[in-house]
């Protein structure tokens, strides 16, 4: 077994994320659909809308929406240790994650939006922020920038999603702060990713 397909304590957490991705999860490897770890990706999904009736019929806030909101968001982490641990990668959960992610993300904003659980203007920031991702990101893929997740980046999504947790949970103050800490961590990523990016054009000039 080699080292990068070792299951040490930090890989199993997800600590280490050394070495080059698994191959079946790269561009051109089979979708492979069923495995345990995509059908809790296919479960995290189809959540997601009963997150959103159950929050508008609560205003928002209630134990409903806030134990499904909590259950997809930490299932990202489950599917990834399943994969880890069953070494069920997929071109379609390499596929599936962020989008289930960026959805949940969506779903959080547009409620705590509607219902000014969270700060408008801090939550402009985070839409901003992920607008700016999902046009740059097919842009630089095609110009063969590769834009590699970043710690910023790593460490930013837990408290913006947190953030709008604790929102619908109904504690602002304490949601707030989280999507301060956040959004600044995002917008930090971004940046980084830019400075990649620009780096590694001029490298080719």
Do not use: H
């Not at 345990?36 to 928002?60: E, M, S």
């Not at 659980?117 to 607008?131: F, M, Q, Y």
């Not at 920038?145 to 947790?165: D, H, T, Y």
């Amino acid at each position: 077994m080699s080292p990068r397909q070792r299951l040490t304590f930090r890989r199993f957490s997800g600590l280490d994320r050394s070495g080059p991705p698994p191959p079946e999860t790269l561009p051109g490897a089979p979708l492979r659909p069923l495995t345990i770890p995509n059908l809790i990706g296919y479960v995290r999904l189809a959540l997601i809308p009963l997150f959103v009736v159950l929050a508008w019929r609560t205003d928002g806030i209630g134990a409903g929406p806030a134990i499904v909101f909590g259950i997809v968001g930490w299932g990202d982490y489950a599917d990834g240790i399943a994969a880890r641990v069953t070494g069920q990668y997929s071109r379609m959960g390499a596929l599936l994650d962020p989008v289930v992610d960026r959805l949940l993300v969506i779903a959080g904003v547009v409620v705590c939006w509607n219902f000014e659980l969270l700060p408008r203007w801090l939550l402009g920031v985070l839409i901003a922020r992920e607008a700016v991702m999902l046009l740059a990101a097919p842009l630089a893929l095609r110009r063969g920038v590769e834009l590699k997740i970043n710690w910023w980046g790593r460490w930013g999504v837990w408290p913006a999603m947190s953030a709008l947790f604790f929102a619908v949970c109904g504690l602002r103050t304490f949601a707030t702060v989280l999507l301060a800490i956040g959004v600044t961590l995002l917008v930090a990523a971004t940046v980084e990713y830019g400075r990649s990016a620009r780096r590694q054009l001029v490298g080719r000039a």
